[in-house]
């Protein structure tokens, strides 16, 4: 009989490994395979008792037997990540004492006594057993799987004590192991089938809960996908709208510069105009010819400074509206904001601006503005070739042009170029090569975002010459 139960044990153990291959990810799983083998090695020695020495058929099948259980004790630690220390400290102490009763390894009859060792080896696994089933119960939610476990564990600690209750009925020291095996085959395969199914099952129910809350986060994924994506757009569009103020800003110095630049010649032919006024009135020359050609002259130069401020309005204008524009008229703005300070940088800008008649869709504003950080950045770098001494006479070249239905701007110059290394982050966010010399690294960056996420169109930029070449393609708007 205990050779049937050490096949049975030893086939249980095989089906657990078999189901430990596709369970490695769990914890404890691997331990509660190798308990199951322990117990299926111990019980084959017993069986082998007067074939062995008692070394084996005693104390070492015992200590499997023993340790059978504290090992399905610590993989169900493992496996619940039960709170405290491992258990294993308790349950060495009662193998080490359960295992000490054993000594001296005398041979017993046919018919074991009831005797202090066997009150010792029962009580032990008794202890381990109770200890290995009730903890688990204390510190996690019950299931079926678990509760098939551990009360398995307590009908085996009760079958090992089902020796003593045997002879203690036969009222005798003497009772005979063979018949006991016999009339406990069933009820210890039971055990073992209990044991071996809540493993199994408790695998499945941990399997199955993690299946659940994946699902659930993939639903709840699913119902706020659409919300995230909306947040997460207008967060990049705020973005990109607070490095557009940014850009603004920077550039509102320069922008300042250049009206005080074209204010300075209308002020000065105004102070003309009333001096000539005085010197007439003080030569009695001041007639009413005189008078209404002063007066002409004079408002003629301030509509000129007028025109400055409205133009710098509408470029400060935070309009987001899209409407047909016609990119000549903003190219020929854009030059005219940055023509004094070229002139004073004595770099020339030659222009071939054709046809007049093109429209793009866009924001006229916007797009002012990135044509003017290409222009200054085209400045910059020729202003840096000349202060590490290069003699030659900046040149910057802007061109208008349509082929088959695409409208083309291209701002040339011969600043120099770009490193090779430099151009893959050209139009990244604070990428600049002026570091030392007060550059941002949004001027390039911000028309990108202007042209390709405002305009759907593309910005390039390759060494081209003596310089760099910076190219915006945008789809032509006709009209009729």
Known sequence: ??????????????????????QVSYRGFGLWTLAFFLMAFGITLISQRGQIAPLLSIL???????????????????????????????????ITVSLIALLPLVPTPPGVALTSRTLALASGLFLLCVHAGVRPLIHTRSSFGLWLLSIGLLLLALFNLSR?????????????????????????????????????????????????????????????????????????????????????????????????????QPLSTIGLIVQSLRKAFDNQRLDAAFMAKADTDARRQIEIMSDTIDTFRAFLKPDKQKLAFSPARVLRE?????????????????????????????????????????????REAIRSRVARGWPGVGRIKVTLTEDQGLVIVRVADNGGGFAPEHLPALFDPYFTTKEGEGGTGLGLYISRLIVEDGMNGRIEARNEGEGAAFTITLGACRHG
């Open 334 to 378: 854009a030059i005219a904001f940055l023509e004094r300070q070229l002139a004073a940088s004595r770099i020339h800008i030659e222009t071939d601006i054709s046809p007049e008649a093109l429209t793009v869709m866009g924001n006229p504003n916007e797009f002012k503005q990135a044509l003017i950080n290409l222009i200054v950045n085209a």
């Open 60 to 94: 070492v099948a015992n200590a499997m037997i023993l340790g059978a259980i504290a090992v399905f004790h610590q993989g169900t630690h493992l496996f619940f990540r039960l709170p405290g220390r491992s258990p294993l400290y308790v349950d060495a102490l009662v």
């Open 164 to 264: 003593l209750a045997f002879a203690l009925r036969a009222g005798t020291g003497l009772y005979d192991e063979h018949v006991l095996w016999q009339s406990n085959m069933v009820w210890g395969a039971t055990v073992t089938i209990m044991i071996l199914v809540g493993c199994l099952m408790l695998v499945h129910e941990v399997t199955l809960d993690k299946l659940q809350r994946r699902m659930a986060e993939i639903d709840d994924l699913n119902r706020n996908l659409e919300t995230r994506v909306a947040e997460a757009t207008a967060l990049r569009i705020a973005q990109q709208d607070l490095l557009v103020r940014q850009s603004r800003q920077a550039a509102m110095g320069e922008m300042l510069g250049t009206i005080a630049h074209q204010w300075r």
């Open 1 to 22: 009989m205990l050779n049937m139960l050490a096949v049975f044990q030893t086939a249980a153990a095989l089906g657990m490994l078999v189901a430990n291959r596709k």
